[in-house]
Every structure is written in structure tokens, then in C-alpha cells.
């Protein structure tokens, strides 16, 4: 369930104004209708989503690639300690997933699935002790590389 919410954040930061709220697109019977949703946190029994560059949180042992920035200021957090952050920096999908795998590797943490697809790479690795997992979502388009890293 907690992965439900951060998917459906991670959905509303790619449909983002980058103006301070988020934009979903929607309706029945063909018509549209605007979501907006506001900076102020969105908080559900399984945790929070916060929109803003201060709020970054990546899970432990985790830092941000270098030189990248918060992708339309977005990140959660669930009450049983998972984070969730978004990224966007110039740079080479390659090089990125390299970045993070060698923090996971650094931790013990053995990649348990990768699957790519068109521009899109997933990967997950699991902590050792078995307290969880962290999970890779990183998409090439153009120069640019954007993504999400979630878990605990």
C-alpha cells in the first residue's frame, strides 16, 4: 500500500506545472478535468508527500547524484521510515544507475532485479539484513536524466 501512494505522487510530479503545484489530467466521457494539488503536504494513513527542494530525503546510505536537482520538488516519506526523492540532472543514464549502484554495493545491498524498457531503467536492491529494499526508477530523455529513488 505504502508504494501505491508513492507511485501515485511519483505520477503527479511527472504531470507537475513546476509552479508550485501539480497538475492531473482526467474526466469521464471524454472531457477534461484539472487536479491541482498545493505545496502543503498530503498525508494518508501510510505516510506523507511533500512537495519543496527542502524536503529531499533519500533513503540511508543514499545521496544524490552529483550535480542534480529535486525533479519538480517532490518527496515523501512513510510513518514506518521509507523515503521517497526525485531527481533530474544533465548527465547519462549509465553513469547515474553506476552512481547508485555503487552505494548500494558499498552497504552490502545485493541488486535483486533490473528491468529496462525504451528509455526507463527499474532496479531494486535489497539490504542485507532484510529491513528492506530501495528501488531505482531512472529515465533518459535527451541530455537529461530524471528518476526517483524510494525505500528504506
Given at each position: ?11 503527479l510530479m ?8 501539480a497538475?492531473a ?16 503536504p ?15 530525503q ?15 520538488n ?5 510513518y ?6 526525485s ?8 553513469d ?10 558499498a552497504q ?22 532484510g ?5 531505482f ?16
Amino acid at each position: 500500500m505504502r508504494e501505491t501512494g508513492l507511485m501515485a505522487a511519483l505520477l503527479l510530479m511527472a504531470c507537475s506545472s513546476g509552479e508550485g503545484q501539480a497538475v492531473a489530467r482526467g474526466g469521464d466521457q471524454g472531457s477534461q478535468a484539472d487536479v491541482v494539488t498545493p505545496r502543503a503536504p498530503v498525508r494518508d494513513g501510510a505516510g506523507e508527500t511533500k512537495f519543496g527542494d527542502d524536503n529531499q530525503q533519500y533513503p540511508k546510505g543514499f545521496s544524490p547524484y552529483p550535480g542534480s536537482r529535486p525533479a519538480r520538488n517532490f518527496s515523501a516519506s512513510t510513518y514506518d521510515g521509507g523515503t521517497a526523492a526525485s531527481f533530474e540532472v544533465d548527465a547519462k543514464v549509465a553513469d547515474v544507475i553506476a552512481h547508485f549502484r555503487k552505494q548500494a554495493e558499498a552497504q552490502g545491498m545485493k541488486i535483486t532485479g533490473q528491468v529496462e524498457g525504451g528509455s526507463t531503467t527499474i532496479f531494486v536492491a535489497d539490504r542485507p539484513d532484510g529491513s528492506g529494499d530501495v528501488k531505482f526508477t531512472i529515465i533518459q530523455s535527451g541530455n537529461r536524466v530524471m528518476g526517483a529513488v524510494m525505500g528504506k
